[in-house]
């Protein structure tokens, strides 16, 4: 990822932390910050598909694309709050999908680690 990308998340943590504080309960709103992200991707795919009769089609692929991305976002800031390195985290994770998806070597059996 773009090296601004990581400083961005430490600048909006720092900001929240500044505006906030940095206790147990921002840290759970924080958390909870991913829930509403999330509600705010279901209800743009819920747009694009134009499942409400009364509004029709609202939104675009775009749009849930960026609402994606505010999930992907809030979540490194929260991994930043909780005074982890999210580059770190997001790098173990990638790490573990690819383990997931590398094919086994010839007479390995995987066993499923989570």
Do not use: Y
Not at 35 to 50: K, P
Not at 58 to 77: G, I
Request: charged content about 30%; some cysteine; overall charge negative.
């Amino acid at each position: 990822m773009d090296e601004t990308i990581w400083t961005r998340v430490r600048t909006a943590r720092g900001w929240l932390d500044a505006a906030n504080g940095t206790g147990e309960a921002e840290l759970t709103c924080r958390m909870l910050k991913l829930t509403e992200e999330a509600g705010e991707v279901a209800g743009a795919w819920i747009g694009f598909l134009g499942q409400n009769p009364r509004k029709g089609v609202t939104h675009t692929r775009a749009d849930v694309a960026a609402e994606l991305a505010d999930v992907a976002f809030t979540a490194l800031v929260a991994i930043e709050s909780l005074g982890l390195d999210a580059r770190k985290v997001l790098g173990d994770c990638a790490g573990k999908v690819a383990g997931r998806l590398d094919p086994p070597a010839e007479g390995e059996v995987r066993r499923r680690a989570d």
